[in-house]
Structure formats: C-alpha cells, structure tokens
C-alpha cells in the first residue's frame, strides 16, 4: 500500500476524531502532516489497526497524533494538523452523525469515563 494512502488513512481517522469531538458543528481541514514514519511495508490482506488522539485543540486548529498497529506493533504513525470551520449547511452535521452511528463510531463519552 503507498505511503501516501497509509498518511490519508491517518488523517481521516484523525478527522473524524476532530469532527465527533466538535459535536458535528465544525468540520476539519487538513492544513499539514508533520513527522510521518513509516517504517514498514503494507502488502494486500494484512490488517490495520488505526488509532488517533486530540493533542490540541484551539486557536482554529486542532492537532492529533495517529498510529497505525501492524501485527500489534506500531509501524507507522504521524501528526496531522487540522484547520476547523463550520459545516456550510446544518444538514451536513446530521449526515456526518448518521454516518458515525452506521458504521459504529462512539461520538458521545460513557456517563463513569
């Protein structure tokens, strides 16, 4: 799999990270991708694991740090900067919110953590 494909990965597994964080009210840019490693090759059929976690979120930018677990090791992995701007139309919002639901993304925090 290109490199280019495993950084895209990680970015919009970072956006929809940014995007369920904002309540589905602002939608992620991808403004920069800095320090990606990729230290392996991915061949057809190997399984993925791909992960994101908010460093920053402020000042109109978000920042996250992505991983991608290949055979339960970390091969790769990036830190993608995010530009935020409002959805241009609220039913863009819901449609994402419906999408999160079908393909069962958590977008609301468990009530104990």
Same mark, same amino acid.
């Not at 919009?12 to 230290?39: C, D, H, I, Y």
């Not at 339960?72 to 139309?89: G, T």
């Given at each position: 799999?290109? !490199? ?16 369920? @964080? ?7 840019? @991808? ?16 399984? @993925? ?8 979120? !402020? ?16 091969? @790769? ?35 104990? !953590?």
């Amino acid at each position: 799999m290109p !490199g280019v494909l495993l950084i895209e990965a990680m970015a919009q597994t970072s956006g929809w990270l940014v995007v369920a @964080l904002n309540r589905f009210k602002r939608m992620p840019f @991808l403004a920069a991708v800095k320090e990606a490693k990729l230290r392996t090759f991915v061949t057809p059929g190997q399984k @993925l694991a791909i992960t994101a976690h908010l460093e920053h979120d !402020g000042s109109g930018y978000a920042i996250t740090a992505a991983k991608i677990k290949l055979w339960r090791q970390i091969d @790769l992995r990036c830190h993608a900067d995010a530009a935020r701007a409002r959805f241009p139309q609220c039913r863009n919002g819901r449609q994402m919110r419906e999408t999160a639901n079908r393909i069962g993304l958590q977008v609301e925090a468990p009530v104990n !953590g």
